[in-house]
């Protein structure tokens, strides 16, 4: 049994799950952790691909916050 279709072991990357977006996906978030800073992802899910811009938006935005923590020493 071999499925068939063309680029056969080539996957696709996913769209961006940011809505309004659907630029290819570079990374994989856990879903919870994306909706940290998006938090207008679905639910549905438990993986969130971005693309390039928005996972550097969620580290900047996850970063931030570590930042912060820090500052309260
Ligand atoms: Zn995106």
Known sequence: MSPEGPARG???PE???VRGC???SVRHLA???ARKAFSELPE???RAPLCREHYRA???S???ARTLDRLGW
């Open 62 to 64: 996850t970063k931030e």
């Open 58 to 60: 969620w580290k900047k």
């Open 22 to 24: 659907g630029a290819p």
């Open 44 to 46: 549905k899910g438990r």
């Open 31 to 33: 879903l919870a952790e």
């Open 15 to 17: 769209p961006c799950l």
């Open 10 to 12: 080539v996957e696709e």
